[in-house]
């Protein structure tokens, strides 16, 4: 025992020394990051107030698709904090422009139909997409390239060949660029970072994330306003680069996440909430190697809201990403069963449990290396999962210019595991990939192309 305790002793001594340099903030094998190139437009100061602009707006009413209200709220009941000011507002759809109008308050508050118009104005510094899917690239191009910083909703882009133009578009411009899946800026996430970075749980072997809902009105059927449609709607602005034009439809605009040319569904709204903080928790997120997705519709749970259309998209899917170290992540991902276990990344020597909120985190040794490992568990982590949280970081990576917590070098990394499912699903292949070419290919090593607009009819 004297010789256990004696590599025990050295293990604690070892690990001591690592919690001192993760407390920096920075981890030990700082692997990627945004390596920006000089800023473009406004230097800002550390006291600096940041003037913000919103594209796309939705979230109203309340049960109605988008982020764009919900940042409105948090940024006006942050604005002291965060030390920013509400400029401007964006949306195809009039009606949510005058509402964001009334939310933010008062009368130097200015309404666009066009987002161009929008970020030719000096005075923002820095915009929120939230737009659906189809827009998220074009907007993060033209921001960053006009000056302004950019919070932008996952996922990154619709389809993978975007995704490195934006990306190209971070470096070239040095603007700080966020992606919206706030639980990277969760405490336990983070120290998950730390801790598999020290060497707490061995070699990381694989993982797993549930994000699971069971909605019996069928999931996003989100309410349709009765007066909405072209008199007060840009629709053929809103289909923007969509392959599939039809005329107006109201179940298509206020419930796009259920149809294809607009968004991959659970792959693209619920599952970045999982894929990104379990890619930063290993502290070196890598390009896939190879993805496997299957998807389906089993309950058809779109009968449940009357009158609406049925979903193109599955209602459960199930996601395995190999990275070349060998490492693997699960998710699973159903809006039509809501039990699921705990998210848990396993290691050789022992395993991470995570809250579902980033607030609690337990280190727990496998049982061949108790007498080398001890059990650890922290409860009550700040910050946990939250918007406003994840909204501050980003303000604050502007004001000292430092890469944050959700930036482009983890996006392109999680966005090419989303669009490879996407593949996977739709043309039931395997999707190899490789990085230093792109190229996609299928087991037998037939390339195949990526999806992008036109490439299927529904598109």
């Known amino acids: 025992m004297a010789g256990g305790d004696s590599r025990r002793d050295f293990i604690k001594k070892a690990a001591t020394?690592?919690?001192?340099?993760?407390?920096?903030?920075?981890?030990?094998?700082?692997?990627?990051?945004?390596?920006?190139?000089?800023?473009?437009?406004?230097?800002?100061?550390?006291?600096?107030?940041?003037?913000?602009?919103?594209?796309?707006?939705?979230?109203?009413?309340?049960?109605?698709?988008?982020?764009?209200?919900?940042?409105?709220?948090?940024?006006?009941?942050?604005?002291?904090?965060?030390?920013?000011?509400?400029?401007?507002?964006?949306?195809?759809?009039?009606?949510?422009?005058?509402?964001?109008?009334?939310?933010?308050?008062?009368?130097?508050?200015?309404?666009?139909?066009?987002?161009?118009?929008?970020?030719?104005?000096?005075?923002?510094?820095?915009?929120?997409?939230?737009?659906?899917?189809?827009?998220?690239?074009?907007?993060?191009?033209?921001?960053?390239?006009?000056?302004?910083?950019?919070?932008?909703?996952?996922?990154?882009?619709?389809?993978?060949?975007?995704v490195f133009q934006v990306h190209d578009a971070v470096k070239k411009t040095g603007k700080v660029y966020q992606a919206g899946s706030q639980g990277c800026s969760a405490a336990a996430w983070q120290r998950a970072a730390e801790w598999i970075q020290d060497g707490k749980i061995g070699t990381p072997v694989w993982a797993q994330g549930y994000y699971n809902r069971n909605n019996p009105k069928g999931e996003w059927?989100?309410?349709?306003?009765?007066?909405?449609?072209?008199?007060?709607?840009?629709?053929?602005?809103?289909?923007?680069?969509?392959?599939?034009?039809?005329?107006?439809?109201?179940?298509?605009?206020?419930r796009w996440r259920k149809f294809y040319p607009y968004c991959t569904?659970?792959?693209?709204?619920?599952?970045?909430?999982?894929?990104?903080?379990?890619?930063?928790?290993?502290?070196?997120?890598?390009?896939?190697?190879?993805?496997?997705?299957?998807?389906?519709?089993?309950?058809?749970?779109?009968?449940?809201?009357?009158?609406?259309?049925?979903?193109?998209?599955?209602?459960?899917?199930?996601?395995?990403?190999?990275?070349?170290?060998?490492?693997?992540?699960?998710?699973?991902?159903?809006?039509?069963?809501?039990?699921?276990?705990?998210?848990?990344?396993?290691?050789?020597?022992?395993?991470?449990?995570?809250?579902?909120?980033g607030n609690r985190i337990e280190l727990v040794p496998e049982r061949q290396f108790a007498e080398e490992i001890d059990p650890e568990a922290l409860n009550g982590l700040t910050p946990h999962e939250d918007v406003g949280v994840h909204e501050k970081n980003w303000f604050d990576s502007i004001r000292s210019n430092k890469t944050p917590n959700a930036n482009i070098d983890l996006a392109i990394r999680a966005q090419t595991v989303i669009s490879l499912a996407e593949m996977s699903n739709r043309l039931n292949i395997t999707c190899l990939y490789d990085e230093k070419t792109r190229k996609i290919t299928t087991g037998d090593g037939r390339e195949v192309e990526p999806l992008n607009y036109g490439v299927l009819q529904n598109s």
């Open 17 to 162: 020394t690592a919690a001192a340099v993760a407390s920096t903030g920075i981890l030990k094998t700082p692997v990627y990051g945004q390596n920006q190139a000089p800023s473009t437009g406004r230097v800002i100061g550390a006291n600096d107030r940041i003037t913000v602009g919103y594209v796309g707006i939705g979230g109203w009413p309340s049960n109605c698709p988008g982020m764009g209200l919900a940042h409105v709220r948090s940024q006006k009941n942050n604005a002291a904090e965060n030390n920013v000011a509400q400029a401007a507002v964006c949306d195809l759809y009039s009606v949510r422009n005058d509402h964001a109008r009334e939310v933010i308050g008062g009368n130097d508050v200015k309404a666009y139909d066009n987002y161009e118009k929008l970020l030719e104005r000096k005075d923002i510094d820095a915009v929120v997409i939230s737009t659906h899917d189809v827009w998220h690239a074009k907007i993060s191009i033209d921001a960053m390239e006009s000056g302004k910083h950019v919070y932008c909703e996952k996922p990154v882009t619709r389809y993978l060949p975007e």
């Open 221 to 254: 059927n989100y309410s349709i306003i009765p007066d909405a449609g072209p008199q007060n709607i840009n629709w053929d602005s809103w289909l923007g680069p969509v392959h599939k034009k039809i005329p107006f439809n109201a179940d298509h605009f206020f």
């Open 265 to 357: 569904g659970l792959l693209g709204d619920l599952v970045p909430h999982r894929l990104f903080p379990l890619m930063l928790a290993t502290g070196n997120p890598e390009f896939p190697k190879r993805v496997v997705c299957v998807g389906a519709q089993l309950v058809n749970s779109d009968e449940g809201t009357p009158g609406a259309l049925k979903r193109e998209v599955p209602e459960h899917i199930e996601l395995i990403a190999e990275f070349p170290s060998g490492f693997t992540i699960m998710i699973v991902s159903s809006t039509v069963t809501a039990t699921s276990p705990g998210f848990v990344i396993y290691g050789q020597q022992g395993s991470l449990n995570i809250g579902d909120q």
